[in-house]
């Protein structure tokens, strides 16, 4: 299976839950930044800009536990900056297992073979480090020499040791479909549970041609989506048959709701207007019918997972939900 059964079926509760409660819109997954701190300064990262003056900032982990409550997603993916640079990374991994959560923890690598000891293995927790190309197309983009490697021998390592893996790629204007090819080549070697791959998206603070078209997204997905059975991919099916041009969806902004040290992120996880301190204020002062709508000029090239995934689960049919379960138990 490509996601642990557990999943599935606190998600389907979860869902059939909101259902009943006549709730419309309500989140999936939270994505839970305690720290912008970073030991890298990737090409096409926005938040050591956006977030340059607060760097040194962190949630308490009490203050982490009350969003999680706040939001009440079934699924808690802990980003940052790196936030194994958090202080209280693993009594927050802790909690959250305690609370029955499922939890994605994401992490550059560089610091995961060292911090192994802290953590244990569970089917609701996975480490999900980034890996942007092969060896020298990843260490000259986070721009930092030995970087692939070390990242890598800490995959091997929390393999060995029974944790779950995830890997996440995101696509560049660069991008070389062929590096793609090699990388999940290796990264399927390695053992690792699922490859999450998305296109990156147009930060403002960002310089330079780095980020793709829709067009451009388009053509280079349509190459991608035919690996779904050669390699563990996780991107959802459905999803990537909208990056490759052939499904049509409005995003829905409030599926992936950030919480980081500034408040709750307003509109979404990509695009900053403003932060609230309340989870309820957030949803009921953000104009969401304006950015679900696309006219934000910020939004016109924006294909990204975050705000995409949620609309399949939302607008899901039954021959989706076939599709989605036959996916999902496919065994290379």
């Not at 192994?116 to 260490?139: I, Q, Y």
């Not at 699922?194 to 930060?203: E, K, N």
């Amino acid at each position: 299976m490509r996601f642990p059964l557990s999943l599935y079926v606190s998600m389907t509760r979860y869902l059939l839950l909101m259902k009943w409660k006549g709730i419309e819109r309500f989140p999936l997954v939270l994505m839970l930044e305690p720290t912008h701190r970073c030991n890298l300064t990737c090409a096409g990262c926005g938040r050591i800009r956006e977030y340059q003056s607060t760097l040194g900032k962190e949630m308490s982990l009490e203050e982490c536990l009350h969003s999680v409550d706040e939001a009440g997603t079934p699924v808690v993916t802990v980003t940052g900056g790196e936030p194994l640079l958090y202080s209280h990374a693993p009594s927050l991994v802790k909690e959250l297992l305690k609370r029955r959560k499922h939890v994605y923890f994401c992490t550059n690598g560089l610091l995961l073979e060292e911090a192994l000891p802290k953590f244990h293995p569970n089917t609701r927790f996975t480490w999900n480090v980034h890996f942007d190309g092969t060896e020298a197309v990843h260490d000259a983009i986070i721009g930092k020499p030995g970087g692939f490697q070390k990242a890598a021998s800490g995959v091997q390592a929390a393999k060995r040791q029974g944790f779950r893996v995830s890997t996440n790629t995101t696509v560049y204007r660069e991008t070389e479909i062929s590096d793609l090819e090699t990388l999940f080549t290796q990264l399927t070697d390695f053992g690792v549970d699922g490859i999450l791959v998305a296109p990156g998206f147009s930060y403002e603070d960002v310089t330079g041609e780095v980020f793709l078209t829709r067009a451009e997204i388009i053509e280079k997905f349509r190459h991608i989506r035919k690996w779904q059975n050669r390699f563990p991919i996780i991107s959802n099916p459905i999803y990537l048959d909208f990056l490759s041009g052939d499904r049509h969806f409005q995003c829905t902004p409030w599926g992936n709701p950030t919480r980081n040290p500034q408040g709750w992120k307003s509109p979404c996880y990509l695009i900053t207007d403003t932060h609230y301190p309340a989870y309820g204020e957030f949803m009921e002062e953000t104009d969401w019918d304006y950015y679900v709508s696309g006219r934000d000029p910020r939004c016109e090239q924006c294909m990204v997972h975050c705000g995409y995934e949620p609309t399949v689960v939302r607008r899901m049919n039954g021959r989706d939900l076939l599709r989605m379960i036959r996916w999902n138990l496919h065994v290379r």
